[in-house]
Each structure stands twice: as structure tokens, then as C-alpha cells.
């Protein structure tokens, strides 16, 4: 079978949800390789290369053996690779409450319906604002989350502004997270607080519990 009806994959691992509103629960994690964006603040650089090829049936299997309800397709950036829609919509089939994390970079709307999207507006620090794809913001649900990794205040003020300018809080739950290393959480959380911001504050749950140990 030609790598066209295949994808590449990096990783599949059982793990807590380390973000977004399903923190805390069991997830199965389905990372693909590859991304075309090159965040300064990146944490899965090993997923730019390698990874093994598998088919959709393949993935749909290896993820049930885990017996795990939730679901979530991450990268790298998954929708680089042709055939993540269709593994999204088999996982929904299969009965799996599906998650995508993305980069904002690509067009979501090929996705599922069924599938929560919880998409980065990639912020001035990222090194990759100007990749943002806008169109996006046109497709979101009530369902879905936008997420904004905040490095310091001018990232901040920024995401502010972009909440306030597409009116965000109207159309999806927004997620303001700390750079590990670069924003203090407590400071953004109280930048928060002070400006009565309606967005959920988040950090990094498994980096809390296994540092930058792969596989969780």
C-alpha cells in the first residue's frame, strides 16, 4: 500500500488531558508528524520528522485498544497531512468523543463537525503571527476553543485585542496559556482578573505531572 493512503505518526499514548476544557481526562493522544510552522516556544520539535506510515484502520485500531472514550489528533500540525480529516471522521464513527489541535494555520473547515476544535491563534512572540489564517475565526462553533500562548505582555495586550476585534468570547470558549519558561502564570492570571476577561486560564497539567518526558 503507497504512503498516499497512509498517514505518518509519531506517537499514539494513553495520558491525562494536559488542556484545553476536558483537562484531567483519560485521552488517547493520535500525534501526526510534520508541520509547516516553526514556533519559537515549540515542545514537540521531535514530531517534525520521522514517525512511523500506518493506514486509517491501522490508527482507528491501535486507538481503541486503549478503551479510552476521548480522543484527540495533534501534531505537529495534524491537518498538514491530507488524510486527517478522514481519520477524524472514522474515530467519530467508532463511537470516540474527537478532539483536533491545530495551528490556526490551515483551513478548518474540512473538519467533522462532530470534531471540537481547539485552535491557536498564534501570537507575535510565536514567531509565526502572520500565519494565522483569519478565514478560520468565520467557522467556529460553540463547541470549539481558540487558544492564545501568551510569552509576555505585549503577547497579552495583542490577544486581547484579537478577542475583542472578532468578538471570540461570542463564538467559542477562548484559552489564554503561559509560556513555560517566558510568562509567569500568576502574572497572566491576575492580568486576567484585572481586566474582568470572560477566557478560560490554563497550564499545562502534564508538564506539571511528567515535565517534558515524550509520550504523555
Known sequence: MSSASKLRVSEIFHSLQGESNTVGLPTVFVRLTGCPLRCV???????????????????????????????????????????CPELLTMLCDAGHLVSLETSGALDISVVDPRVVRVM???????????????????????????????????????????????????????????????QQPRQLAEWILHDGLEVRFQIQLHKLLWGDESGR
Not at 512511523?52 to 495533534?74: K, M
Not at 501534531?75 to 488524510?83: C, I, S, T
Not at 470549539?144 to 510569552?151: G, H, L, R
Open 41 to 83: 516556544y515549540c515542545d514537540t520539535t521531535y514530531a517534525f520528522k520521522g514517525g512511523e506510515w500506518q493506514t486509517l484502520p491501522q490508527v482507528v485500531d491501535r486507538v481503541a485498544r486503549f478503551g479510552a472514550r476521548r480522543v484527540t489528533v495533534t501534531g505537529g500540525e495534524p491537518l498538514a497531512q491530507a488524510l
Open 120 to 182: 491557536d491563534l498564534k501570537t507575535p512572540a510565536s514567531g509565526e503571527v502572520e500565519r494565522n489564517l483569519y478565514a478560520n475565526l468565520e467557522h467556529l462553533r460553540a463547541t470549539d476553543q481558540v487558544k492564545f500562548v501568551i510569552s509576555d505582555r505585549a503577547d497579552y495586550e495583542w490577544s486581547v485585542e484579537q478577542c475583542r476585534e472578532h468578538r471570540l468570547m461570542r463564538r467559542c470558549e477562548v484559552l489564554f496559556s503561559p509560556t513555560q519558561g517566558s
